[in-house]
Structure formats: C-alpha cells, structure tokens
C-alpha cells in the first residue's frame, strides 16, 4: 500500500473474493520396470531416474522399443495359411504404455529398474529389490508429486511373492503420502483355479501374500488379457523356426538350405536378412559392443551380397572407422559408433530391404512373419486398466466408478470365471476384492468391477470414492498451503472456508457429492469453540473439519416383480 505524503488520487485494489481451489491432476500412472535404453546419448543414466512423458512416441524416443520376441514354432493350416505360434513376451512395460495409451491414457511417468536381461533358460530376470530398496525406483518415485497411479506390469511374469513384495511396498507409500493410488496384476497362474498342489481359488496366491495394510490404496483386477498387438520380426527371430502342418509334419527352419538351394536369390536375402536382424539386435541393446560389431561384420565379410551398393560401401567405411576409434571410457566414440551402427543397418535395408524380398520371393516366409507380427499375446491387465481410468476421469470424473467400461486393442480376457468364481472375486470373507474383466456378447471386454482391496470396508469400499478423497484431499491441502503463517484468527477462518467452500460447490454441481442441496453433501467448520481451542491456537493449529457425501457406484441392481390382481 503506498503511502499519501503527496497530494493526488491513490488507487486501492480490495479482495473481497477468498482464493480459489485448483483441482489437481487424478490419472497420471507412475509405470516402473525394465526398458531397452538405460542411458541417455549423453551417457547419463535412466535408471531409477523418473522421466515425464506425453505418448508412445516420447518413450520409444527416450527408452527404446519392446524386448526381444521368442518363437520356436509356428503352425499352418491345409492350404498353407497361419493358424498360430508360440510367441511370447517376457517383459510387459513396453506394451502396458501401449495398452495405456489405447485406452484414453495421457500423460505419465516412467522409472527404468534395468535393462532386459536373461537367464540361461531363457526366463527375464526381475527382481524385487530393484523396486524396493532404498534408492531404487519406488523411492524415486516416492519424491515426484505429480503421479497418482502406481504399476509394475513386468512383476507380473514373477511369482506371487515377489509380486507382492513390491504391491505392499507400494501401497505402503500410498498410505503414507495419501496422494496415489496401486493399479495390482495377478500371476498369469494366479488367475486360474488350481487343484494341485492344493485346492486354490482363482487370486488365492495373492489374497494370501498382500497383507492386510492400506488395502484401500489399491486395486487388483484379473485375468490377463489377450491382445493383438503388433509385433516388428526380422529374420532373426524367424531363422530357426520350427514350422508345423496340418497333417502332423514338420519343417525345418529358414537357415536350412534344403528349403531353398534351387534358388540362389534366396540365399542371398537370407545371407543379408540374417547380418541385418544381427545390427538390428545389437541396435536394440545399446550402449554397443566393438566385438559384437565386429563378429557381424565378419559374417558380412564371408558373404557379402553380390553387388554392394557405394551407400553400403561408404557406410561399412564409416563403421570400421568407428570400432577403431572405440574407447569404453569415452562417451562421445560410444555415441559415433552407434551412429554408424545405424547409418550402416540403415544403408543395408535401403538397398536390399532384406526382410521384404524375403517375403515376396518366399512365400511360406512372408506368411509366417506376417502372422506372427499379428499373432495373439497375453498381457497383465493394469496398463490397459490405467487408461481407461484415465478415460473416465476425463469424460466422466474421478468419482464415477472405471467399470462397466470397453478396453481397447483387447481380444478377449485370457480366462472365462463361472458364476461361483465371480461371486469369490468380487466378494471374499477377507474384504480383499479382485475386480474380474469379462467378455460380454455384443458388447466387448468391459471392466466389471469396482471395489478396492478394502472390500469389508464401509468408507473406501469402491475405487471411485478412494480416488475422490485422494483428489479432494490433495487439491484442498495444495490450496490451504498459502494460508501457513497467516494470522489465526477469525478473518483468515472465514476466507479458508469460504475458500474450501467455493470448491466442493463445485465438485457437488458436477456430480462428486451426493445431496438434493449443498449442505447436504458436504460441510466446512472452522472456529474457535468449534473445531479449536484456545490452546490449540496458542500452539499454532488452525483445525478445519469437512465432511463430504462422495457418490457411491450401483453395484447391484435389483428390479422386484409382483402380480396383482386385475382391477377392470
């Protein structure tokens, strides 16, 4: 305020408004497990190092693309046409963001625990404690505020112990910060009943492992789903396929030369398919190795097409320049190889395109890459899940139940429950509710339940109303921050209701709180004599209570007939 000592007209601004609420954001999913690039190209690390992004193309830029497909065989139909494989995946991150950003997701977070490695059986290693120990990805996650939803879809190719290990862990943090929620997956074998080696219901496993603590931070939904996702495959994959037909037998695979020696053209593509789906793996695995490199160009020494291309030519130069100049120790050679790298495997596609010739000039080859691109693949469900909570906070609201909902680029769920196993799901003697996807006729694969792990719990029941409170919560205390060190007195308790107020109008007018009028959906006290002391004031405590009326979903529906008499 200035001050008058000169004569003149002073203007003076008075508020008479209180501050406003701003709504915080309610589905921006925190995914954590293991990606293809765990460096940045100016060789900082990814690791544990949440990153923001905004689409699929943002994490393909950052974290590379999917883990490396394994087929062994394929099967075909009389007349020579794809019938199915056995495709798997053994890491699921990078198709739960794809699943994700399907179903209405948008922004989100991602925490790389490692890269993909594996055993000698050929199984992901993952383990828990690159999610659970003290700076590992759930603590780095635990100090961004912005994400509200947490899931670890490649957990979901462990056992139900290690599985839970993290869940807890995580739900642990929700309940201590109140600000997020656990989307939780099933062991694919979780979601099927069991005789051996004991009777076990479908989710016995993890009902068992959970525990009991901050159930209401979470959810869990079953079975996996079945999907199309496509899947890029080169000749590498394909080389040493076992193919089978109709009438029971089988032949062998593509490296075989007995399938084709008549025809040197596709021996010749099948050499440079075979050096390109080797760049292409290393590309897929960076930071490079020289001696891998190195064996790859030995191969294309030994059989080099028959003409190669001056693009080729200068690009091979280029690459043999690059391995020479290599120093571990020296970022800068580590990103001019994996230039040449590329412009290499680049050149060779652009002047063969290997893979394509392939399939045009055998076509036994093009059938079967082409279905298995396309081949069914199972998924945990949460990052499908997340996207359609964030579909529905955004059509819809955060306090509307994410059920009863179509989940895209969805097949089918991997499991159809009886009516019995439902009913267990949805409504367990331990309140630990697992919500179950279903395939309904003409309609699709909806979500078809609501309830957190709270399920014996009046108040947090229902995933809706747990998300609410979080939001309203959240958004309330953001808002309440600018008042700290205020004067505690009645001028500031009437602008912090009023404040608080104003808010939850609004979130009764669009459809959060239950109540033909406001002060039946909610209530705001603040006073001393009425929610303080005057010891709590002289000790600094400004005490707001609020009550609310969150909506509650209409789980179940009951329509009553009766006959009467005829009245004419």
């Known amino acids: 305020?200035?001050?008058?000592?000169?004569?003149?007209?002073?203007?003076?601004?008075?508020?008479?408004?209180?501050?406003?609420?701003?709504?915080?954001?309610?589905?921006?999913?925190?995914?954590?497990?293991?990606?293809?690039?765990?460096?940045?190209?100016?060789?900082?690390?990814?690791?544990?190092?949440?990153?923001?992004?905004?689409?699929?193309?943002?994490?393909?830029?950052?974290?590379?693309?999917?883990?490396?497909?394994?087929?062994?065989?394929?099967?075909?139909?009389?007349?020579?046409?794809?019938?199915?494989?056995?495709?798997?995946?053994?890491?699921?991150?990078?198709?739960?963001?794809?699943?994700?950003?399907?179903?209405?997701?948008?922004?989100?977070?991602?925490?790389?625990?490692?890269?993909?490695?594996?055993?000698?059986?050929?199984?992901?290693?993952?383990?828990?404690?690159?999610?659970?120990?003290?700076?590992?990805?759930?603590?780095?996650?635990?100090?961004?505020?912005?994400?509200?939803?947490?899931?670890?879809?490649?957990?979901?190719?462990?056992?139900?112990?290690?599985?839970?290990?993290?869940?807890?862990?995580?739900?642990?943090?929700?309940?201590?910060?109140?600000?997020?929620?656990?989307?939780?997956?099933?062991?694919?074998?979780?979601?099927?009943?069991?005789?051996?080696?004991?009777?076990?219901?479908?989710?016995?496993?993890?009902?068992?492992?959970?525990?009991?603590n901050q159930l209401s931070y979470g959810a869990v939904y079953t079975p996996w789903l079945k999907t199309s996702l496509y899947h890029p495959v080169n000749f590498g994959l394909l080389e040493n396929l076992t193919i089978r037909r109709a009438d029971g037998s089988t032949l062998a695979g593509f490296d075989h030369t007995e399938l084709h020696e008549d025809n040197p053209d596709i021996l010749a593509f099948i050499r440079i398919a075979r050096i390109s789906a080797a760049h292409q793996t290393i590309q897929d695995t960076t930071p490079a190795d020289a001696s891998d490199l190195t064996d790859v160009l030995d191969d294309f020494e030994a059989a080099p097409p028959a003409a190669l291309t001056a693009e080729v030519t200068a690009a091979r130069t280029d690459l043999d320049a690059a391995i020479a100049a290599y120093d571990a120790s020296d970022a800068a050679t580590l990103t001019d190889l994996e230039e040449a790298h590329t412009a290499f495997q680049e050149a060779l596609v652009a002047a063969y395109d290997p893979d394509a010739n392939l399939r045009r000039i055998f076509p036994i080859y093009g059938t079967i890459a082409a279905g298995i691109e396309n081949d069914i693949t199972y998924h945990p469900p949460s990052g499908a899940v997340a996207g359609v909570y964030a579909r529905v906070d955004a059509t819809r609201g955060v306090w509307k139940a994410p059920a009863n909902e179509s989940l895209m680029r969805v097949l089918g769920p991997d499991v159809r429950y009886t009516l019995t196993q439902l009913s267990d799901l949805n409504v367990h003697p331990t309140g630990k509710s697992i919500n179950a996807i279903r395939a309904f006729p003409g309609k699709g694969t909806l979500i078809f339940g609501a309830r957190t792990l709270a399920g014996n719990d009046g108040e947090y029941k229902y995933v809706n109303v747990r998300r609410l409170l979080i939001f309203l919560e959240e958004s309330i205390k953001k808002a309440c921050e600018s008042f700290v060190f205020e004067p505690n007195d009645a001028n500031t308790w009437l602008r912090v209701r009023g404040m608080i107020e104003n808010f939850l109008n609004l979130q009764w007018r669009a459809g959060a709180l239950q109540g033909a009028r406001a002060e039946e959906a909610y209530r705001v006290a603040i006073g001393l004599g009425r929610t303080m002391t005057a010891l709590d004031v002289t000790e600094g405590r400004m005490i707001v209570e609020i009550s609310l009326a969150p909506v509650r979903p209409a789980e179940f529906i009951i329509l009553r007939f009766s006959q009467q008499q005829a009245q004419s």
């Open 1 to 212: 305020m200035s001050i008058q000592k000169v004569p003149g007209v002073y203007v003076q601004e008075i508020s008479t408004l209180p501050p406003s609420v701003a709504a915080v954001e309610t589905a921006i999913p925190a995914f954590l497990g293991y990606t293809a690039e765990t460096v940045t190209p100016t060789g900082d690390t990814l690791i544990n190092v949440p990153v923001r992004i905004t689409s699929q193309m943002d994490y393909e830029a950052i974290f590379g693309a999917g883990p490396p497909l394994t087929v062994s065989e394929a099967e075909l139909d009389a007349a020579g046409a794809f019938v199915r494989s056995d495709l798997a995946i053994r890491y699921y991150l990078y198709d739960a963001i794809r699943l994700f950003y399907a179903n209405g997701g948008g922004e989100c977070y991602i925490v790389s625990t490692g890269g993909y490695t594996f055993t000698s059986t050929g199984e992901a290693e993952i383990v828990d404690t690159a999610f659970t120990d003290p700076g590992m990805a759930l603590e780095a996650i635990a100090k961004v505020d912005e994400p509200t939803l947490l899931l670890f879809p490649d957990l979901a190719a462990t056992d139900a112990t290690t599985l839970t290990d993290v869940q807890k862990a995580a739900l642990a943090q929700c309940g201590t910060l109140q600000d997020r929620f656990t989307i939780c997956d099933l062991t694919r074998d979780d979601t099927t009943a069991r005789t051996t080696p004991a009777s076990v219901a479908p989710g016995g496993n993890f009902r068992d492992a959970i525990g009991v």
